[in-house]
């Protein structure tokens, strides 16, 4: 028989888990576990001050659970800053999935991850992200209608994800090269997923001579033969002389190591969380004279398409509002260039002032 002992205050007050939760406001945490489906998952709903939050479910290998933890509460943080600076009227949110998603996906799992986000009666909604297909969405929507990037609706939302990163590197090289056409610049895209494709289609059809990288050979071979892009290995990436290095893989590539080593004057790419540290990254990059596109705002084209489905809004709108990210990466450039502001710092300020603004709004009486 187990033994169960009472919790005390102060065993909260240890508790890792509560600590970081309480380091950037998290409002609650939900971990899903299901021995029959195989199902180990973490569920983080960062903020609703604006909205339900919503942002997308990763399927990945993580080496452990700590790691998927730190993934997933950076990841909601993050959407909760890319929903207020796009003006959705959404909170942030994320769901990992700890899994090989090209192994370990079969319909049970998805339905009893369903039957988790159920369990939050709205207060998230759930879509696509890595290693997530629009037919687990469909077995996610079986038990659950917290669910948007279905096909027949919104769908794939990677081809407005692309689109505005697109939009905003031309943006970013009209403040640092004076024009926004991308003909012949050299771009080292890394990860060449769903959105580093569609990315590579744009930056292709406007001249741009491209690298490429990806952890999965066939991916890669597939898009350097349909492209003609350049291919690299996953660790010479970082020593191309490019003008734009765009990381549209995974987190954190922008770090000590690397950053000494990359040779671009723009860093905008689909990634989120592609500083490792803000705080010192961020501050980095502006003093070697590169401008780094804050990734929440420049990635958003995902997001904004699920608020079309939401919303009942059309595909025309969605994609409109992701072309908009040109206009607001332009005033995000200039006005760090007048303050003397990194990036971030003026990204994360206007986001946050919108919270607070539409904050008050929801006061009660």
């Known amino acids: 028989m187990f033994e169960v002992k009472d919790i005390k205050d102060t065993d909260l007050a240890d508790n890792p ?46 080496d452990n659970e700590i790691e998927a933890l730190n993934d997933v509460l950076r990841l909601s943080r993050g959407m909760t800053y890319k929903n207020s600076i796009s003006g959705l009227n ?25 039957k988790f986000v159920e369990s939050l009666a709205g207060k998230y909604i759930t879509a696509e992200d890595v290693g ?50 991308l003909s012949g610049k050299k771009v080292a895209v890394q990860g060449v997923g769903h959105v580093g494709q569609y990315l590579v289609e744009y930056l292709t059809k406007e001249g741009a001579e491209i690298y490429i990288t990806d952890i999965h050979e066939n991916t890669l071979k597939n898009v350097a033969n349909k492209f003609g892009a350049k291919v690299v290995g996953l660790d010479e990436i970082y020593d191309i002389d490019s003008d734009i290095y765009a990381p549209c893989a995974l987190g954190a590539t922008i770090n000590d190591e690397t950053l000494d080593r990359l040779k671009c004057s723009i860093v ?3 990634a989120n969380n592609q500083l ?55 005033d995000i450039l200039n006005r760090s260039k007048s303050e003397n502001v990194p ?11 919108r919270i607070e603004s539409i904050g008050k709004v929801k006061l009660p009486l």
């Not at 939050?53 to 290998?61: C, D, H, I, P, Q």
């Not at 669910?147 to 403040?175: E, I, R």
């Not at 003093?287 to 420049?298: E, H, Q």
Request: hydrophobic letters at 40%; glycine letters at 12%; charged letters at 20%.
């Open 343 to 353: 990036t971030y710092q003026i990204a994360n300020q206007m986001a946050e002032e």
């Open 90 to 114: 959404l909170g942030g949110g994320k769901a990992v999935i700890i899994g090989d998603a090209r192994k370990d996906k079969s319909e049970a799992l998805f339905r009893r991850f369903g």
């Open 132 to 181: 997530i297909s629009p037919q687990d969405m469909v077995w996610v929507n079986m038990e659950t209608n917290h669910v948007v990037g279905l096909p027949g609706k919104s769908g794939d939302p990677s081809p407005v994800t692309a689109y505005g990163v697109y939009m905003g590197m031309k943006a970013a090289a009209k403040v640092q090269f004076g024009s926004d056409s």
């Open 268 to 270: 905008a790419g689909a």
């Open 276 to 330: 490792a540290n803000e705080n010192i990254q961020g501050i980095e990059v502006m003093k070697k004279g590169m401008i780094y596109v804050p990734d929440f705002m420049l990635n958003a084209g995902g997001v904004i398409n699920c608020y079309a489905e939401v919303k009942g809004l059309s595909s025309e709108w969605a994609m409109a509002k992701a072309e908009d990210i040109y206009n607001t990466t332009l």
């Open 17 to 62: 888990v509560i600590a970081k939760m309480s380091q950037f406001n998290h409002e609650q945490l939900l971990f899903c576990n299901d021995n029959a489906t195989g199902l180990k998952a973490i569920i983080a709903v960062h903020n609703t001050t604006l909205g339900p939050a919503l942002g997308g479910t990763r399927m990945w290998k993580y």
